[in-house]
């Protein structure tokens, strides 16, 4: 159950370290217990405040953002001084580790650089010939 305050696509990287939130919960207990009038319950609520934080920046809250509809354009070497393994390297960077599509955006540059798509840079790299448009070899 996620709190009213609380964005829904927060997680947290070390879960099981918010059981250590009753350590600040048993601090904030004992002080207010041993708090012999109101002025007193002071220091121990935060005690407990920092204690709890801690504990929270401990868990390692981190959130996901989602964008639809913009992608970034990637920007593809394809000179002559890649040899064929790095080109299939940067196939496989593209495609497995970035997830980019045929059609999103990219520039091939070797002497300089021009808009091109995922798609042509697969089609550059598969036969061999480099960028043609880029300048030099």
Same mark, same amino acid.
């Given at each position: #159950?996620?709190?009213? &305050? $609380?964005? @829904?696509?927060?997680?947290?990287?070390?879960?099981?370290? !918010? =059981?250590?939130?009753?350590?600040?919960?048993?601090?904030?207990?004992?002080?207010?217990?041993?708090?012999?009038?109101?002025?007193? +319950?002071?220091?121990?609520?935060?005690?407990?405040?920092? !204690?709890? %934080?801690? +504990?929270?920046? %401990?868990?390692?809250?981190?959130?996901?953002? @989602?964008?639809?509809?913009?992608?970034?354009?990637?920007? +593809?070497?394809?000179?002559?001084?890649?040899?064929?393994? $790095?080109?299939?390297?940067?196939?496989?960077?593209?495609?497995?580790?970035? &997830? %980019?599509?045929?059609?999103?955006?990219? =520039? #091939?540059?070797?002497?300089?650089?021009?808009?091109?798509?995922?798609?042509? +840079?697969?089609?550059?790299?598969?036969?061999?010939?480099? /960028?043609?448009? /880029? &300048?030099?070899?």
């Amino acid at each position: #159950m996620i709190p009213a &305050g $609380m964005p @829904h696509d927060l997680t947290f990287a070390h879960r099981d370290l !918010l =059981y250590l939130l009753a350590i600040p919960a048993v601090i904030l207990l004992w002080g207010l217990i041993n708090a012999r009038e109101l002025r007193r +319950v002071f220091a121990p609520l935060m005690r407990a405040i920092v !204690l709890a %934080l801690f +504990v929270v920046a %401990l868990a390692n809250p981190q959130q996901v953002m @989602h964008s639809e509809g913009a992608a970034r354009p990637a920007i +593809v070497d394809a000179s002559a001084s890649i040899t064929p393994a $790095m080109r299939a390297w940067t196939l496989k960077l593209l495609h497995d580790d970035l &997830g %980019l599509r045929a059609g999103d955006p990219a =520039y #091939m540059f070797a002497g300089d650089a021009t808009p091109q798509s995922i798609g042509a +840079v697969e089609s550059a790299f598969a036969n061999g010939s480099g /960028c043609a448009e /880029c &300048g030099p070899g």
